[in-house]
């Protein structure tokens, strides 16, 4: 070993300067092989993330996302990132347990992601383990308050029935951003169901002003609307909306039924026969012509 390192020492004194730059590359070649194999990897790695990601947007090519992403794995399988998106495909996918140990995974690499707890806490709502559920989404206010999280700690609150926490989590939200349409919607919905009457029909009239004209979310708030002054026995206000909604949905079941409450609730009796009448008409016309119904 000593001559051959004499030998060497020999060599290297014998080089000319110039080729001194050669000997260092030489020293340092398994270094630089590995760093580009290495970047080649990552490299290659993205470009099946982003290929998944492309393919994913579209639904006939989404069993081909999931293939590369799990190919970018096996070329970056401590890659945090590309376990999240694995995790969201088959969360969208409906494959709640695999997204689940997925997202996992994705959380055990890098735990500081909150969007990752928040995505864990969607997949075990989907599991309907509600109490891990708020645990997850917990985690993921806490390393960031992102209003987006509360609304979503709130759906969980509801769920489990703690309607007036729910809605002090969302009143919250709103105070920050009184233009938040999901938080609206969602305290809406959570003050209906706590039969907050005034609060609904606060955060109804709100959607109905932000809501473009004549749009599904434009009628449903305003026949959510309506049903929430009746239950205040604010019956003109009631009708108005009523009306409103049958004004652009003449023939739509849904504002009739609310018609015909109206009329009963308030005492209206002929008017409410005649609500009736037009009810019944119009589920006439949606039944099949008698010659093509079954006899019994």
Not at 9 to 23: A, C, T
Not at 48 to 76: G, M, W
Not at 262 to 275: K, M, P, Q, V
């Amino acid at each position: 070993m000593r001559a051959f390192a004499g030998l060497l020492y020999k060599l290297v004194r014998s080089v000319k300067v110039e080729s001194k730059l050669y000997v260092l590359l030489l020293v340092l070649m398994p270094v630089l092989s590995l760093s580009t194999s290495d970047v080649w990897a990552e490299s290659r790695a993205q470009a099946l993330q982003k290929q998944a990601l492309s393919e994913f947007d579209n639904p006939k090519t989404r069993a081909r996302a999931v293939k590369h992403i799990n190919e970018a794995l096996k070329l970056e399988p401590d890659k945090a990132l590309l376990w999240q998106n694995k995790a969201l495909f088959l969360k969208v996918l409906d494959e709640s347990e695999s997204a689940l140990a997925c997202i996992n995974r994705s959380i055990e690499l890098d735990s500081k992601n909150s969007y990752s707890h928040a995505m864990k806490t969607e997949i075990l709502m989907n599991l309907n383990l509600s109490d891990q559920a708020l645990k997850s989404i917990n985690a993921a206010i806490k390393l960031e308050p992102r209003p987006e999280y509360a609304v979503l700690k709130a759906s969980i609150l509801a769920v489990q029935g703690k309607l007036d926490l729910a809605e002090k989590q969302l009143d919250a939200v709103i105070k920050l951003n009184s233009q938040d349409r999901i938080a609206r919607a969602r305290r809406a919905n959570v003050a209906k169901a706590a039969r907050h009457w005034s609060k609904a029909i606060d955060d109804y009239s709100w959607l109905i002003s932000a809501a473009p004209a004549k749009s599904v979310s434009y009628y449903d708030n305003l026949l959510d609307r309506s049903y929430a002054y009746l239950e205040l026995k604010q019956y003109d206000k009631a009708l108005t909306d009523c009306k409103a909604g049958l004004a652009g949905m003449p023939t739509a079941r849904q504002f009739n039924v609310a018609l015909v409450k109206i009329y009963e609730r308030s005492g209206n009796i002929s008017e409410a026969r005649r609500a009736r009448q037009a009810l019944e008409a119009i589920d006439d016309d949606l039944k099949p012509p008698k010659s093509y119904r079954f006899k019994d």
